[in-house]
């Protein structure tokens, strides 16, 4: 009877050993605004309260936009970060990691937005289908109208022609996306020199009103007003996607 007892509790503990040392996983995928899965996206998992050998898992994901981490600390919380570039980090969601044994899911895809190109000149918008320089100060500074609209035809940024100032709508929209604070926002976005937030940037649009003046749009909030063409302001290219 204590054979069997002590066979009974060995065979226990060798289990409970067994569970303790299986890991906890998540899982999920990444799509960009239009719900397209994205392929070889760096996703980082990074523990909030650090475990030694638990602290950070990198991956990629698959041609179906899917990851998966199964080495994690179960039931420990991850803050999941999605690259577009393998530096830029576009999405970041906390979630946690399954049971021993567990793979657990995130309840929504991670979102990415912004795309770089290899080279990192250029930004593709999957919200709006739009490119964009990634350079937030192309030209240097701020210059007149009539040479932003000269000038922004002549550019070829990261192998690409067709560069166009955007139309009232398109700065606005894409400006309101930053929220409160546009230029931290689109920094941390991965865009190059965004200038100071009180800045305003030329659109395509005059106004047609008074055909010297034309509509701008302000960085810091996304409002739009519209000035004489003579004066001088910032110019962000962008063309379509496509060649």
């Not at 303790?20 to 996983?25: A, E, N, R």
């Not at 899982?27 to 070889?40: K, R």
Request: hydrophobic residues 35%; charged residues 20%; glycine residues 12%.
């Amino acid at each position: 009877m204590e054979f069997v007892r002590a066979t009974t509790l060995g065979i226990l503990l060798l289990v409970s050993l067994m569970g303790c040392s299986k890991k906890g996983g998540v899982e999920g995928t990444v799509v960009d605004c239009q719900g397209n899965p994205l392929a070889g996206m760096k996703i980082i998992a990074k523990q909030l309260h650090p475990v030694k050998g638990y602290e950070l898992f990198e991956t990629t994901t698959e041609a179906d936009g899917y990851f998966t981490f199964d080495k994690l600390l179960p039931t420990s919380s991850y803050e999941l970060a999605a690259s577009a570039d393998g530096s830029t980090t576009n999405t970041l969601v906390t979630t946690e990691s399954g049971a021993a044994g567990v793979t657990s899911t995130i309840p929504q895809p991670l979102t990415i937005r912004f795309r770089f190109s290899k080279d990192g000149a250029t930004v593709l918008d999957s919200k709006s289908g739009l490119m964009w320089a990634r350079n937030a100060s192309v030209g240097g500074g701020q210059i007149r109208w009539d040479e932003a609209m000269i000038g922004v035809e002549g550019l070829e940024i990261g192998g690409y022609k067709g560069w166009r100032l955007p139309t009232k709508e398109e700065l606005t929209e894409f400006l309101k996306s930053g929220g409160a604070n546009p230029a931290e926002y689109f920094n941390s976005m991965g865009f190059v020199n965004v200038p100071n937030p009180k800045s305003s940037y030329w659109t395509s649009s005059s106004y047609t009103e008074r055909s010297d003046y034309a509509w701008i749009v302000a960085l810091w909030d996304g409002s739009v007003s519209y000035d004489f063409k003579g004066c001088n302001y910032n110019l962000w290219p962008v063309r379509a996607a496509t060649k």
